[in-house]
């Protein structure tokens, strides 16, 4: 009997150990369900985000493209196919080829090279695009390889060499100019003179600056002097008068001198003197060195800062690592981002509005839709202007920031500078032509 009770305990045993088991593997198993859809999920959150990004991504490996997403062709205008068929140095203006190809080799052999550099490219349309590459070294399938990030930059180099080419033609147009050109608050101190000074007035332009003017004006025409910087009508060109002034070797210079106050105007803001060496009739020509040459540099390209938002437009689900870079913060929701982002009541309900409006253009169409220009306030408490992409796919909003801060500012200041030269020259009693090589005037 005992043995009975014995081999029924020890069975009974067996079953809790057999149920134990039975209950660990039936875990065990929906822990590796759970995690192999964590796997598909994460994987298809970054294939969206790698075949939806604004930037052209790619893998090179024994001087091919092996991998690469959307914008590469977009950028190209070549198929992955074909693309991966030839040696990537075809799809390079032959200037920059060797360029190129010498810091790929370098960087395979583990030298520290810039990781972002610019470069043109030739597209499939015979046209060439300037892009900026950011790259890394990794292994693809055991083997060394880089990890590329293209983009397009060509609008950016556009803009900037407008800006280049306008202001090197009224830099020109200023340095042949015979004349000296001051400007200067309405109680005489000289806020800038131009470089012909030193060949007029003996002078440096940094002796002058800040100095008062009336302190180098013959005592005799000091009366003259002050009465044509007295307050005229703003714009009003003022008549021309004659003063002695100083020269650097103590004799007297007689300027013909005439101005106009454009001490309202944000590009100038002072009184515009143009003067004229009328001791020795102008033999020389002088120069004019622009002061105000604020080229923007280039953005440092990182990949384009991108959100992914439930359908809905509410949650936001992710936010690139470049965002954070960006904008020095994100938002879990649209809310709170339309608060951090648009902190201005009245933009903020005009950002709404406009976003919105898009939205419904893009979920009906299914096509991505550029939903035009945002200014974004940073963390910081910058401001950048960025233009905002928006795709629907499948059950995700994908939201794309491409930031054109610099482009606006560049066009902001190229015409500026257009302004501020146009009205010195308008107003310039001389007259001033620019000719091509054939003396054919131009301008």
Not at 38 to 46: C, Q
Not at 215 to 229: H, N, Q, R, T
Not at 293 to 318: E, K, Q, S
Request: proline residues 3%; aromatic residues 8%; contains cysteine.
């Amino acid at each position: 009997m005992k043995d009975q009770d014995k081999t029924k305990q020890t069975s009974i045993g067996e079953l809790d150990s057999l149920r134990d088991r039975i209950a660990a593997l039936e875990k065990s198993e929906l822990e590796c369900r759970q995690v192999e859809e964590a796997l598909r999920e994460s994987e298809e959150k970054y294939r969206i985000l790698f075949e939806n990004a604004g930037e052209a991504i790619f893998v090179a490996q024994d001087g091919k493209v092996v991998f690469g997403n959307p914008m590469t062709v977009a950028i190209t205008g070549y198929s992955l196919q074909e693309i991966a068929s030839r040696p990537f140095v075809d799809f390079i203006h032959a200037d920059d080829r060797d360029m190129v190809v010498d810091r790929y080799i370098r960087r395979l052999k583990g030298e520290h090279i810039p990781r972002r550099y610019s470069f043109r490219v030739l597209h499939r349309n015979g046209g060439v695009r300037w892009v900026e590459l950011d790259t890394v070294l990794i292994k693809w399938q055991g083997r060394p390889a880089t990890l590329n990030f293209l983009t397009d930059i060509t609008d950016r180099k556009q803009a900037e060499e407008a800006l280049n080419e306008r202001e090197d033609f009224y830099r020109s147009l200023i340095e042949n100019s015979l004349e000296l050109i001051t400007i200067m608050d309405q109680d005489g101190t000289i806020l800038f003179e131009s470089s012909s000074c030193e060949r007029i007035l003996g002078y440096e332009p940094e002796e002058l600056v800040g100095k008062n003017c009336l302190e180098y004006i013959y005592p005799d025409d000091l009366e003259k002097a002050i009465a044509g910087l007295s307050s005229d009508p703003a714009g009003e060109t003022q008549r021309s008068i004659e003063i002695r002034f100083r020269h650097k070797d103590g004799s007297w210079l007689y300027l013909e001198a005439d101005g106009r106050d454009l001490r309202q105007h944000p590009s100038v803001k002072g009184i515009v003197i143009n003067s004229r060496d009328i001791t020795k009739r102008k033999r020389a020509e002088d120069a004019l060195r622009e002061s105000e040459t604020h080229l923007r540099a280039v953005l440092d390209a990182t990949p384009f800062p991108i959100a992914l938002v439930d359908v809905m437009d509410n949650n936001i689900n992710f936010w690139s690592h470049s965002a954070l870079i960006l904008f020095g913060h994100t938002a879990p929701t649209t809310a709170e981002w339309y608060q951090i982002a648009y902190p201005d009541p009245d933009y903020r309900r005009d950002v709404i509005d406009r976003w919105k409006s898009f939205l419904e253009t893009a979920r009906k169409t299914r096509q991505t839709v550029n939903t035009g220009e945002y200014r974004v306030t940073c963390r910081n408490g910058s401001v950048l202007i960025c233009e905002l992409y928006a795709t629907f796919l499948a059950d995700k909003l994908i939201v794309t920031f491409n930031d054109i801060t610099d482009r606006k500012r560049a066009e902001d200041e190229l015409r500026a500078s257009e302004e501020k030269y146009r009205l010195i020259f308008e107003h310039s009693p001389l007259g001033l032509l620019s000719f091509d090589e054939k003396g054919v005037i131009t301008a």
